[in-house]
T-cell receptor, first 112, second 115 residues
């Protein structure tokens, strides 16, 4: 079935460093790839997304890259801050385009 | 502008019981999806409701059922609860059914514990 693999499962960085999270997906029909941030006790919040006709997208300190041929996409956070500490999830849309398939998440810890 | 609201926030049930969770979508949204998030895992799609009908369903048994009302709010019902149903249940709303066509907004979830 459709699957999204995410790694690493945990990531610890120093404040100011960069963080990279990588995901691979199995369904070549996927066209939409969002990234969500989930803080403790909260629901996931969209931080950036990319569609299959775009290779890279940037929003301030956050960027996402997509390689459709290799079926992988990555989240890049530069100049990390303690408030970036959270669980990050990648996702891909399913064949019908109505549901998201999520990775298992990456717990990012930024220490000052 | 109120976002997606869910109730209750926490609840405890025993095996075999039934539970109903409620969701009000973000203002202006007409599509509601439900996801189950087990501890340490990513959310898993349960089903999506649009125009008061179940449009798509994930890999969940018939014990999981739902409903959407004319005001677009929604309920998730789980019968014959199992220990494995313990999870955070997330409601998400959007303006259209296609996830890539518009942002999916999540509520803060209902934490269900089955003893």
């Amino acid at each position: 079935g459709e699957n999204v693999e995410q790694h690493p499962s945990t990531l610890s960085v120093q404040e100011g460093d960069s963080a990279v999270i990588k995901c691979t997906y199995s369904d070549s029909a996927s066209n939409y790839f969002p990234w969500y941030k989930q803080e403790l006790g909260k629901g996931p919040q969209l931080i950036i997304d990319i569609r299959s006709n775009v290779g890279e997208k940037k929003d301030q300190r956050i960027a996402v890259t997509l390689n459709k041929t290799a079926k992988h996409f990555s989240l890049h956070i530069t100049e990390t801050q303690p408030e970036d500490s959270a669980v990050y999830f990648c996702a891909a849309d399913d064949q019908a385009g109505t549901a998201l398939i999520f990775g298992k998440g990456t717990t990012l810890s930024v220490s000052s | 502008d109120a976002g997606v609201t869910q109730s209750p926030t926490h609840l405890i049930k025993t095996r075999g019981q039934q539970v109903t969770l409620r969701c009000s979508p973000k203002s202006g949204h007409d599509t509601v999806s439900w996801y189950q998030q087990a501890l340490g895992q990513g959310p898993q799609f349960i089903f999506q409701y649009y125009e008061e009908e179940e449009r798509q369903r994930g890999n969940f048994p018939d014990r999981f059922s739902g409903h959407q009302f004319p005001n677009y709010s929604s309920e998730l019902n789980v019968n014959a609860l199992l220990l494995g149903d313990s999870a955070l249940y997330l409601c998400a709303s959007s303006l259209v059914g296609q996830v890539g066509a518009g942002e999916l907004f999540f509520g803060e979830g209902s934490r269900l514990t089955v003893l």
